[in-house]
């Protein structure tokens, strides 16, 4: 079997949250997608290690927070690369409490579906949660973030418990370019590539700065790794 295959798949990167006992979490999914249009119901898949998954189980709801292309990777570092059960990945993050009382993050979102749970599929890792909609808005305008924009653009993979992961040949789904004047690093801890050519503006480093010339005290903007935490990209 051709593993490429998969990768024409279409996806995008969002936000899911729910809540259990008061507490709140959320994380990044990238399989979603609408099921049926009358009535409109929609399903994510969830890995079951994640403690998302622990809060939609017991509470069965959900929300949906459509992210967009300015979206910066600090904001999907702390949703997609960090634990809830260590980390208040709600801190400094604007956010709502739904319908479902379940928070709505509303930072770089551009528009959210809160849902209600009325069925689940137990795909062995993961679990297809599919729910109702039970009310959805418009935040802003733009354009929602692709996941082949995350990966061409931004840099970015998928955290070992997305349905997409693949390993370290998940890495290499990032297409090279032809001609390289400046090598490439890739983070070690979260997989993140520092791309020369595109800088990391969202953290002050301008467009062509080498990785040597990135200033002492920069980290991942996903993981906040230090320097010494990166390695030339294969």
Do not use: R
């Amino acid at each position: 079997m051709n593993e490429k295959t998969l990768h024409k798949i279409s996806y995008g990167i969002y936000i899911i949250c729910s809540i259990n006992d008061g507490k709140k979490n959320g994380q990044i999914a990238n399989a979603l997608f609408q099921v049926t249009a009358t009535p409109q119901v929609i399903a994510v898949s969830i890995n079951k290690n994640n403690l998302t998954h622990e809060f939609i189980t017991k509470s069965k709801v959900f929300t949906v927070s459509v992210l967009d292309e300015q979206t910066p990777m600090t904001l999907i570092g702390t949703f997609g690369f960090k634990s809830g059960k260590d980390t208040d990945k709600f801190k400094d993050v604007s956010y709502k409490i739904g319908k479902t009382k379940a928070p709505i993050v509303l930072q770089n979102t551009i528009a959210y579906l809160e849902a209600k749970v009325i069925d689940k599929i137990d795909v062995g890792t993961h679990t297809i949660f599919i729910g109702s909609i039970e009310d959805s808005d418009i935040v802003s305008a733009g354009q929602p973030m692709t996941y082949e924009y995350y990966h061409k653009v931004k840099g970015g993979y998928s955290p070992k418990n997305a349905p997409t992961y693949s390993g370290s040949s998940d890495k290499k789904t990032i297409q090279k370019k032809e001609e390289k004047n400046m090598e490439k690093y890739v983070c070690t801890i979260c997989g993140y590539v520092y791309d020369p050519e595109t800088g990391d503006p969202d953290n002050g480093v301008a467009q062509g700065t080498t990785f040597e010339d990135i200033q002492k005290d920069w980290v991942c903007p996903v993981c906040g790794a230090t320097k010494s935490a990166f390695t030339i990209e294969e």
